[in-house]
């Protein structure tokens, strides 16, 4: 008998993103640029996967950004909301950080 492969909830989601960015803050300062990249887009995979198109934007950008001069402050600034959008318990104020957030850095 074939078990029913059943997705994550939401929840189990935010809380494995929240996981990944609270690991990714703590060793970003001796992390090369590239490693913050692949770091962030761990991240964009887990929340493109998800549904989670603002924070797999988000991730996408600060990806690309960890590659550029200047990334350590870009990439902790990014990661410091991300964990504020995703700690948030209402969609609307996670939507809201994350597009300000995405809004500020393009």
Do not use: F, W, Y
């Amino acid at each position: 008998m074939a078990r029913a492969r059943t997705s994550p909830s939401i929840s189990d989601v935010r809380e494995q993103l929240g996981e990944r960015i609270a690991e990714l803050s703590k060793r970003a300062a001796r992390l090369s640029p590239l490693d913050i990249h692949a770091q962030m887009d761990a991240i964009r995979q887990v929340a493109a996967t998800n549904g989670l198109a603002a924070l797999e934007e988000l991730a996408h950008r600060s990806a690309q950004l960890a590659l550029l001069p200047g990334h350590r402050i870009s990439v902790r600034c990014c990661l410091e909301h991300m964990d504020e959008a995703l700690s948030s318990d209402r969609s609307t104020d996670t939507n809201a950080i994350l597009a300000a957030l995405a809004i500020r850095l393009h």
